[in-house]
């Protein structure tokens, strides 16, 4: 089997490199080749197989045709200009977000016009395809109304998606994230980012800010679980599916004050100490429109599992990077 | 005013031209200019201002920008490769409908960019963007989950266009029209063309075939009904439509047997004698899909209105389409 990660250099695809190079296998079948791709050339995690990392642009004439060329079994298409930046530069964001992913399907097509070729394509799309008005729990049936450029590209590769597939160009199944907690690494500028930091920053003795009240309500996944929900997709019959390609994965519903009291109980009161509590109206605005709880039983009658409460979220941060961190260095 | 109509060679683009030129004006604003755009070159109704008629494909390089670049205060985008045609050239049908629509929203954008420029935008989309699953009564939020290439490309439509407008780079509306019935002219090899058929052709003493049962349900207006949503789309006040820029248009609910008994009613039994039943399952199976029903209370508060029976849509396409001609004849 050849596999093609597109925004293999993310947070998401490094991990997801590394447990296909670990697993050796999808579905039962040997991988014979990776090729991961990004803005930035990967990094290449070891495997005894084939492997390639390419410095590519989607959005460039011929670079997609280019990736697909080799014919790969299963693509994974993670590549994207951030919600940020998709809204700051409405150029960037239309010709990465949308004219790269259409440029990507249409190499498959193309790549199937020359002789029969249908890979299995897993395509992440964003709980930000949602807007305003939104119920307090959204089903898989609501309608995409989103409040930015980044959803709208989202929610149009998700139509996309669902199109080719049903013309048989690709065996498509599409993935809506929920926000990952806890990102590893450093404090980013992205609204979202205090749900990460609030409790990363503690778990390594480093005082976080906190922006808007212990009320709010979000919804959750670990960078453990989106990597299981990748491997799923790539795995799983898609015939069930039917017209709705895209899906909500499971998350876990949960308030910032669920988050400080999981935090508690796993490393103290010494650790909550650390968060600073210093409101920001202007992030609260931003928080405000956002999704707060899914029905997720699509996902999870497909078999997609999520965590059930902060502490294992907290407990998988700690497993992941703190842990191997210290063996790593060891 | 200046108005810039694309599509104005089709059915509804003529009568919409017509309209507007006996009007004069738009929200008590005289017309100064119109051009119209198709294709093919438009007929030019008569028109005492500045009028211009142009054939253009909106999916070339530099047709958008051509034909934006006189700054019209008002745009009609009706033009579309239509459903069966997008169906059997996917190229074509994504040519037109998806990078013919983008090109114009991003010819808006660069003529904003060089100094203000913010015209209002009515774009039409259709019912055929909801697929299955489809409850009984349709709302406006009813996720868009569309079952043809055609309906992917409206969709998608409807996604760019919330997205221009809330960026204030057009006062976009888009409307979502109910299957046109009685639309005049010859037979046509649209599974819908019976629809129009079973009454258009027996109204003049002809024979027309009925593919499918009487109990078969759908949602209609009228070509004057059409119309008159784009017109009023021109006019009203946007700022009610939040993020869900487009709207479906009210419309009837009828059964094929409902189009029947109206018929007997106006033109007696004589005229139902003219339709002979001659099942067709392909045809059947293709219209099993289709919605059924809709709750149009947001377009009627917006002051969108349609006819309310049958009888009154025959008597709509007697008027407008049998008595006009005779008097142009006479």
């Not at 930035?40 to 995690?45: G, S």
């Amino acid at each position: 089997m050849d596999i093609l990660i597109i925004g293999a250099a993310g947070m998401i695809g490094r991990k997801l490199a590394r447990a296909l190079a670990t697993a050796g296998k999808v579905s039962g079948r040997p991988i014979r080749r990776m090729v991961l791709a990004d803005i930035v050339v990967p990094e290449k995690p070891d495997f005894p197989g084939e492997i390639d990392a390419v410095a590519i642009d989607l959005s460039n004439p011929g670079a997609a045709a280019a990736l697909v060329a080799s014919r790969p079994d299963l693509i994974f298409h993670l590549a994207a200009v951030v919600s940020g930046e998709a809204e700051a530069d409405f150029d960037k964001g239309y010709s990465v977000n949308l004219d790269g992913t259409r440029a990507l399907f249409e190499a498959v097509r193309r790549e199937g016009m020359q002789r029969p070729y249908m890979p299995r394509l897993v395509f992440t799309s964003s709980i930000v395809v949602f807007g305003e008005p939104l119920p307090p729990m959204i089903s898989d049936t609501q309608c995409l109304t989103p409040l930015t450029s980044y959803g709208t590209q989202k929610a149009i590769g998700e139509l996309l998606l669902a199109d080719y597939s049903r013309r048989g160009i690709f065996d498509g199944i599409g993935i809506r994230l929920p926000t990952i907690s806890i990102r590893p690494g450093k404090p980013n500028k992205a609204a979202s980012g205090f749900f990460s930091s609030i409790l990363r920053e503690p778990l390594i003795g480093e005082e976080a800010v906190l922006p808007v009240s212990d009320t709010v309500r979000h919804w959750f996944a670990s960078p453990r679980a989106a990597n299981g929900f990748l491997l799923h997709a790539a795995e799983i019959d898609t015939r069930s599916l039917g017209q709705l390609r895209t899906i909500t994965m499971p998350g876990l519903s949960a308030t910032v004050g669920d988050q400080i009291e999981a935090l508690r109980r796993v490393a103290g009161d010494a650790a909550t100490r650390l968060i600073r509590r210093e409101p920001n109206a202007t992030i609260a605005n931003i928080i405000a429109g956002w999704p707060q709880n899914f029905d997720a039983r699509r996902a999870e009658a497909l078999g997609f599992r999520a965590e059930t409460s902060f502490e294992e979220i907290i407990r998988v941060h700690i497993e992941d990077e703190l842990e191997s961190a210290v063996s790593e260095r060891a």
